[in-house]
């Protein structure tokens, strides 16, 4: 269903506001008029390289989240040097986190195969951004996509007894694969894997200075939940920017993370 027409102008504003120019008034129109599903480049506020999305699909609304709204535009004490974007669909968070920090090396995880050849293509422009095709996960095993008919950025894993389709990859694989002696950000959009993640966290979370986590308990209760049995509100402190929680570590813990 089209938006109302007051909403596509507010909408249309979000675009001139954040490109400043011109510029986001044809950015606007690129993505959303003309044939559905077809591949189209458009530059993010402020970056140099275009990256391609599906026009009008969803694809739109990440990039509305992510460069218009700047969901993942939080305060850092210091210039990230290591990033975990777990569930990176299309690259277009990675790309933010790269424009916004060009020092940082980005880890990009993403376990579907409709994403993966656009997740390559984007970050191609970046080599501080190393994409992964696999699944964020407590333990190494094999997954699969359990809805695979659905949204491309809804898609969440599920274990089989059989042989899943999917590698998984853990948090402190990723660490040791890329000499990582802790995370600046951990990014987490895993449609409900977070559950999983999370509980199996206690070995690794202290390494972790700052999280930005959509936590999804309308599909897998219990999410925010396991999170908060290894992270108390006593040694961190959160703030929402639209559905994602940004949750950074106290002063006390960053220096933890450090000494360890």
Known sequence: MPLPFHRQLANLRSYLAAYGGPYGFWAYFRLRLGQKGRLVSVKPPGGRYPATVRRGTVDVGVWD???????????????????????????????????????????????????????????????????????LWPTKTRVNIANPSDASVSFFCSETTGAGTVQTVTVPELMEQHEMPHIDILKVDVEGAEKAIFSAAAPWIRKVRQFAIEFHDRKVPGCRASFEAVVSAAESECFRKGQTDHIKMKIEATRLNSDN
């Not at 992510?66 to 990033?83: G, K, L, M, Q």
């Not at 669909?89 to 195969?113: H, K, R, S, V």
């Open 65 to 135: 989240e992510v460069f218009i709204s700047r969901e993942y535009a939080a305060p850092t004490a210091a210039a990230p040097e290591y990033i975990i974007d777990a569930g990176a669909n299309i690259g277009l968070t990675a790309i933010f986190y790269a424009i916004t920090f060009p020092e940082a090396t980005i880890i990009a995880i993403e376990p579907a195969d409709e994403n993966w050849d656009l997740l390559q293509r984007n970050a191609s422009a970046y080599p501080k951004i190393k994409p992964a095709l696999a699944a």
